[in-house]
């Protein structure tokens, strides 16, 4: 930890931490650690805007007690400088992300520890599109920017142990040495603290664990199947998994194999069946590149499945009343066996969501029939909660999701299977004449998600965008223009950009 001249200076520790993961007690951990062995600490933190919880940066700097003089005292800094901090430590992705743009990770002296797993910000979640920032950019910018870097889910650790993530991230520095302290003195330091002792030790060996395999050299790279294995699908799908391999080929096995999956837990096994069909035809006419041929048929796949297992009233209710969701929100609230759990649902169904839910033709009616829409309208302008936990709420929705066997009777089946007919026409004819511009068709799909209002808006994009083919059919940049434009409808949800797009066009 010594400049050239070897003269002591300050070792500096920054920790990006969100709300409740226990930046602060490792903080105080690394202080006590530092003072219980020869050295001078200083901890400051400085809390940062609100979003995912709210995230801190604490930063720490440590001195030698040995190189002050008598009757003197360092002085230390209040907060990172970039360039000049010796350990990074975040305690997830994007926050990893925030100290690269802030400069505070150097090629030339930091040691970065950062969590892979991810809490979203609002920006990312409001995205009408995939918002998401890409975690292998950031990770490759952890690796590319630092001296060391260690990288893992501290959290899916720290959920393992039965503990917080700080345990974890602190096992993980201590194995990487950069400290001059010993791996019991770490763990002493923990013990000291007296709170959650045995499971903050058991965080923090797995912790030191995983860490420790992320420094160790590279073992040499066993060669990579050609194709992912075909994931099981369960008995009752195993005649269409072994369609799927017999007739589809071994590139998009893994997400034919989601598909089926996904069209049986919407509907049932002739739906997903009815899946692998609408697939069939493009097989024939896909491009003669390989690599363009297998991402046209993936994505294709992909995006069909999507939209075929479209949000409706069913399936909303469907969703809310499985066990599994109870057990999921019970886990995140950490529920006791004293406590009970309520949940409520802010529901707003329109007049347009019961008539899709509604035979067809009657649906059909009652969009027409302006006395029928008004005796229903009063009842659905407030919305209403529900409260799935309670046996009332649960009952109603619960009649809801029990429709499912009739939602191929429904208007809102009818009218989806035939958008979709349409989309992978599109599809079919392009794929030979012009691949590039089929892929973004199936991409295009994107478009057209969510519920209710939300639905509405991207159906519309949808049909704006899909009017511009024809002529995009005759341009050498048409699947570019393509692109483009869906990127422009997902910008904003109010059209301004696709707007501005299309006049362009």
């Not at 903080?27 to 003072?35: Q, S, Y």
């Not at 008004?374 to 936990?389: H, L, Y």
Request: charged share 20%.
């Amino acid at each position: 930890m010594n400049t050239a001249t070897d003269s002591p200076r300050a070792i500096t520790i920054a920790i990006l931490a969100m709300g409740g993961e226990g930046g602060g007690v490792l903080a105080d951990w690394l202080v006590d650690l530092a003072e219980q062995n020869g050295y001078f600490a200083q901890t400051t933190s400085v809390p940062g805007v609100a979003q995912r919880t709210g995230a801190t940066v604490y930063y720490l700097e440590m001195f030698p007690e040995a190189a002050v003089p008598a009757g003197r005292m360092p002085v230390m800094a209040l907060s990172p400088v970039p360039g000049e901090v010796d350990i990074v430590i975040a305690s997830e992705l994007m926050e990893a992300g925030r100290a690269l743009q802030r400069g505070l990770v150097t090629a030339n002296r930091t040691t970065f520890v950062a969590s892979t797993h991810r809490v979203y910000s609002m920006t990312e979640r409001t995205a009408m599109g995939d918002g998401r920032v890409s975690s292998d950019k950031l990770l490759e910018g952890g690796r590319a920017a630092a001296r060391h870097f260690v990288s893992a889910d501290f959290a899916q650790l720290a959920e393992a142990t039965g503990s917080l993530i700080s345990p974890t991230l602190y096992g993980a520095l201590a194995a990487t040495a950069r400290l001059p302290f010993t791996r019991e003195q770490f763990e002493a330091t923990i013990t000291r603290g007296g709170v959650g002792v045995t499971s903050s030790l058991k965080a923090f060996a797995a912790g030191f664990a995983v860490a420790q395999q992320t420094l160790a050299p590279p073992a040499a790279a066993a060669a990579m199947p050609a194709a992912p294995p075909m994931p099981p699908v369960g008995a009752r799908l195993a005649a269409l998994a072994l369609r799927i391999e017999q007739d589809f080929p071994a590139s998009s096995r893994a997400t034919l194999a989601a598909g089926i999956v996904r069209m049986a837990d919407y509907q049932d096994v002739a739906y997903a069946a009815s899946y692998l069909d609408r697939l069939q035809p493009l097989l024939a006419r896909l491009p003669a590149e390989p690599a363009l041929a297998a991402e046209l048929l993936d994505e294709t796949a992909r995006h069909l499945a999507l939209w075929m297992s479209y949000e409706d009233t069913v399936r909303v209710a469907d969703l809310k009343t499985r066990r599994s969701r109870f057990a999921r929100v019970g886990g995140e609230v950490k529920l006791s066996n004293t406590q009970h759990l309520g949940i409520n649902e802010f529901l707003h169904p329109r007049v347009e969501e019961i008539a899709d839910t509604l035979p067809a033709g009657l649906g059909r009616w009652l969009l027409a029939t302006p006395w029928a829409r008004a005796c229903i309208e009063p009842f659905t302008r407030k919305g209403r909660i529900v409260q799935t936990s309670s046996i009332r709420g649960y009952l109603l929705l619960y009649t809801i999701a029990a429709l499912r066997p009739l939602r191929p009777r429904s208007l809102r089946f009818q009218v989806e299977q035939q958008r979709i007919s349409g989309w992978l026409a599109s599809i079919e004819s392009l794929a030979t004449i012009h691949p590039a511009l089929a892929l973004e068709v199936a991409r295009s799909q994107r478009l057209v998600k969510g519920y209710g209002d939300t639905h509405e808006r991207g159906w519309r994009s949808y049909q704006r965008v899909m009017a511009k083919l024809p002529q995009l059919q005759a341009q050498p940049q048409g699947a570019r223009t393509l692109q483009a434009l869906s990127q422009a409808a997902l910008a904003d949800d109010s059209g301004k950009a696709l707007e501005q797009m299309l006049a362009t066009v």
